[in-house]
């Protein structure tokens, strides 16, 4: 209980409503601390997935299962514990790249491929909802807002890119890096996106007007991942 009441002072986004979950993952992880560590991991199934090399996996909010993105332009949804293949996405024209599912929902799934498109599938039917339009090049990178309501792209043309998960068309372009765009994240919030460049520099975005709040330069070579801590009051 004393715990509880520390983490909640410290942390305004906890509401009264959400305590009984944060109680919850308290009492989890003090089963895992009491738990053995002599913990062996093994191998637990071989999927032979694509024909092609595979390029991105993830996982959705559950575990329960996860996508595969390949040079054979399909992204394939499997069940994690069968190891059997529920739908493939088709519909690329190139290489699928980037790969994620709307956490912590998981009824979506978003693709980034080398043909300079983005696409929004349905993670129950695999139907395709929008072909997002705007890249020049290679879109390599892309996420959700925490909300699901935002899709943000990234690109070897040096742009991010937000897009309306409902409409599909585009919110704003993120112009300002000099070289690709390789890594994105928002905060939790969802007001704020990280992304990072092969212009050696860091960028933090305002994603309500598109417009670039700080520029953090430092890096003397490629910058190829970059995140937020979970109040987005540190970069790294």
Not at 163 to 168: A, F, K, L, N
Request: proline fraction near 3%; hydrophobic fraction near 40%.
């Amino acid at each position: 209980d004393e715990l509880l009441e520390e983490i909640c002072r410290c942390e305004p986004l906890i509401t009264e409503k959400r305590k009984p979950q944060v109680r919850d993952l308290i009492e989890r992880l003090k089963t895992k601390l009491a738990a053995p560590d002599d913990i062996k991991f093994s191998l637990y199934k071989v999927l032979r997935a694509h024909i092609l090399p595979l390029t991105n996996v993830a996982f959705n909010k559950s575990g329960s299962e996860f996508i595969t993105g390949s040079y054979d332009r399909t992204c394939k949804v499997w069940n994690t514990n069968t190891g059997d293949e529920l739908i493939t996405l088709e519909g690329h024209k190139n290489v699928v790249y980037a790969i994620a599912f709307n956490l912590p929902f998981s009824d979506k799934i978003a693709t980034g491929s080398f043909d300079k498109t983005a696409k929004l599938w349905s993670a129950e039917s695999g139907e395709c909802f929008h072909t997002f339009r705007g890249h020049t090049a290679e879109v390599v990178c892309l996420q959700f807002s925490p909300e699901s309501t935002v899709l943000a792209t990234g690109s070897m043309d040096a742009m991010a890119r937000l897009w309306d998960i409902q409409t599909g068309q585009e919110l704003g372009a993120l112009g300002g890096h000099t070289a690709e765009v390789i890594a994105l994240q928002f905060s939790q919030t969802g007001h704020d996106l990280l992304t990072g460049s092969f212009d050696h520099t860091v960028s933090v975005w305002d994603v309500r007007s598109a417009q670039r709040t700080h520029h953090l330069i430092g890096h003397s070579a490629e910058v190829s991942a970059a995140i937020f801590n979970w109040d987005a009051s540190l970069v790294a």
